[in-house]
């Protein structure tokens, strides 16, 4: 434990003195900021940590914790993007059991058309939740089942490429309602 706390003693102390050098900053874009010295090149992005090494007396850093990076503008938004999924998948649905909805979550690694329905434990039909080519991207269903009768219910995913109809996939999963 103390070699730890020596570690992050030191790592503290470089980045005092980094931070609090003469090294001026230039700005790349709102939000980002570059700073250089002999022995300092930091780079950094509001509210990331910093990339780059810091240098002295035979200690180098190569990452930290940056807390100016001269924002001069207003955040308004984040637009996140989540990563497409790398394959494709079937989640079990939450919650389960379930009285009278649940939610069934599927991934499509690209644009398919896409079939969920969900059967008796005899067999049959009984609804269709998606039927139709969907971009790809993690998705979720909402099943209502306030008219179904109690007891468990099988639900089939099966996904066929958009852009190579050889590339396919079909999983099932078990859900059940109690009301």
Do not use: C
């Amino acid at each position: 434990m103390k070699k730890i706390l020596i570690i992050m003693l030191n790592v503290w102390s470089v980045q005092v003195l980094a931070q609090s050098s003469s090294v001026g900053w230039s700005t790349f874009s709102a939000g980002s900021a570059s700073s250089s010295s002999l022995n300092t090149r930091v780079q950094s992005v509001v509210g990331q940590s910093f990339v780059g090494t810091t240098q002295q007396a035979g200690t180098q850093v190569i990452s930290g914790f940056l807390a100016d990076t001269l924002l001069r503008g207003t955040v308004v938004g984040v637009k996140d993007h989540p990563a497409l999924p790398a394959r494709y998948a079937l989640d079990q649905n939450y919650p389960n059991p379930f009285n009278p909805t649940t939610t069934i979550g599927y991934a499509l690694p690209e644009n398919s058309h896409v079939m969920l329905e969900v059967y008796s434990v005899l067999g049959q039909r009984v609804m269709t939740l998606k039927d139709g080519v969907e971009n790809a991207g993690h998705k979720t269903v909402q099943l209502d089942a306030s008219q179904f009768a109690s007891g468990i219910y099988i639900y089939r995913f099966s996904a066929t490429s958009a852009s190579d109809p050889t590339k396919r996939f079909t999983q099932v999963g078990k859900m059940l309602l109690l009301k």
